[in-house]
């Protein structure tokens, strides 16, 4: 079964500083997709960026961006110019990238506190 | 276009007693999910549905049924409710290869 891993807790930083958020995986699949989720207090889980396992290239948007190393099975969330709306839980998943149910498998999440 | 909506947002329920979830999505997608997150915890798939009619366990379904009549719907149904199942439960929706598209969340309480 895929598992997701976020080591981190809770992590913090200074606004309009940048902040790497860990991710980890296992699966044995060579197909699949990963994403990073933010959960603000209001609870809505908002997508803020995705990744397809055969591109190469590393996902951005905007502030954010990952660093997708698919040997290590790693998929750090970078966030530029941290604000304080960029505080929140963040959870990183994983999907299949076949199979037809695009089951969402969670890390425990890691909360992100920005200081002003 | 609402996406996903949730109902209701906030419920208190007595041990033993039964309620269901409402999930209503517009975006006429196939695939809908049902999530439970417990505090400081991500979310744990409980049902999920490719399609209407068709429905399948998740990581966590013990206590829960579902049904999947209509492409818009999908209800998760509470019986004899347990203070284990005390949390915040999400629905979702997806359309082939298409992130997944959350409601605002549903939080129960089990006394």
């Known amino acids: 079964a895929q598992t997701v891993t976020q080591s981190q807790p809770e992590m913090s930083v200074q606004e309009a500083e940048t902040v790497t958020l860990s991710c980890t995986y296992d699966t044995s699949e060579s197909d699949y997709y990963l994403f990073w989720y933010k959960q603000p207090p209001s609870r809505q889980m908002i997508l803020v960026i995705r990744?397809?396992?055969?591109?190469?290239q590393n996902a951005t948007e905007n502030r954010f961006s990952v660093n997708f190393q698919k040997a290590a099975k790693s998929f750090s969330l970078k966030i530029s110019d941290s604000q304080l709306g960029d505080a929140a839980m963040y959870f990183c998943?994983?999907?299949?990238?076949?199979?037809?149910?695009?089951?969402?498998?969670f890390g425990k999440g890691t909360k992100l506190t920005v200081n002003p | 276009n609402a996406g996903v909506t949730q109902t209701p947002k906030f419920r208190i329920l007595k041990i033993g007693q039964s309620m269901t979830l409402q999930c209503t999505q517009d975006?006429?997608?196939?695939?809908m999910y049902w999530y439970r997150q417990d505090p400081g915890m991500g979310l744990k798939l409980i049902y999920y549905s490719v399609g209407a009619g068709i429905t399948d366990k998740g990581e966590v379904p013990n206590g829960y049924n579902v049904s999947r009549s209509t492409t818009e719907d999908f209800p998760l149904r509470l019986e004899l409710a347990a203070p284990s199942q005390t949390s915040v439960y999400f629905c979702?929706?997806?359309?082939?290869?298409?992130?997944?598209?959350f409601g605002p969340g549903t939080r129960l309480t089990v006394l």
């Open positions: 979702a929706s997806s359309g082939s290869y298409n992130e997944q598209f």
């Open positions: 975006m006429n997608h196939n695939y």
């Open positions: 990744q397809e396992a055969y591109k190469q």
């Open positions: 998943a994983y999907r299949p990238g076949q199979g037809g149910s695009e089951k969402l498998v």
